[in-house]
Every structure is written in C-alpha cells, then in structure tokens.
C-alpha cells in the first residue's frame, strides 16, 4: 500500500470470481477506482470518485 502513489493492493480468488466482477464489487463498496495491475502496467486505484 501506498497513500503517497494512492495505491493499495488486494489479492483474490479467481476460482471464486472473476477480476471484472472483483474490481466492480470493490469499487461499489469502496468508492475508490480499481484496475488488474500486470508487470506492464502503471497506473492502478484512484482517489474516491468526485473528490
């Protein structure tokens, strides 16, 4: 986790569910905007939406 790069990090189980409906959950309970991070991406969660 990291407030300064307002990034955090959460695991999942994909037997459980897929990515797509995880980051949709999350960021219906959050707030926060969510993207799958691969080794080639930069960007990830993002501050509650409208602030």
Do not use: C, H
């Not at 905007?33 to 501050?47: C, E, L, M, P, R």
């Amino acid at each position: 986790m990291s407030y300064e790069e307002g990034r955090g990090t959460v695991v999942f189980d994909p037997e459980a569910t897929s990515a797509a409906k995880f980051i949709t959950e999350l960021e219906r309970m959050t707030g926060f905007t969510a993207s799958v991070i691969t080794a080639d991406t930069t960007n990830g969660a993002q501050a509650p939406k409208g602030t």
